[in-house]
């Protein structure tokens, strides 16, 4: 059983900056952010192979960067330019299989981190 743990949320301006952090127990091949805002659905960040390879979601590309330290089990995720409709819970999750921007294709999840930009 794979465990994730997210770090690195809080309260930020709008234009500010935050980095998260996800610690997963063990090497994993693909890890996506996910963030989800009350009353609303789901919704694909990123997703990183163990290359590091990254694919983003539309809305954060640009402003959003994703680095991986297969070393450490360790995926950060550098948000800069951040806006309001960046606030949600932001969680971290892990599959064995190929990358994919779908939630429910990931069996491993983090208990998330909380983003509020105002």
């Known amino acids: 059983q794979v465990q994730l743990v997210e770090s690195g949320g809080g309260s930020v301006q709008v234009g500010g900056s935050l980095n998260l952090t996800c610690v997963t127990s063990?090497?994993?091949?693909?890890v996506g952010w996910f963030r989800q805002a009350p009353g609303d659905e789901c919704e694909f960040v990123s997703t990183?192979?163990?290359?590091?390879?990254?694919i983003y979601a539309d809305s954060v590309q640009g402003r959003f960067t994703v680095s991986r330290d297969n070393d450490k089990n360790t995926l950060y995720l550098q948000m800069n330019s951040l806006k309001p409709e960046d606030t949600a819970m932001y969680y971290c999750?892990?599959?064995?299989?190929?990358?994919?921007?779908?939630?429910?294709?990931?069996?491993?999840w983090g208990q998330g981190t909380q983003v509020t930009v105002s």
């Open positions: 063990e090497r994993i091949y693909c």
């Open positions: 999750a892990a599959r064995d299989g190929n990358c994919n921007w779908l939630a429910g294709k990931y069996g491993y």
């Open positions: 990183t192979k163990s290359s590091g390879t990254t």
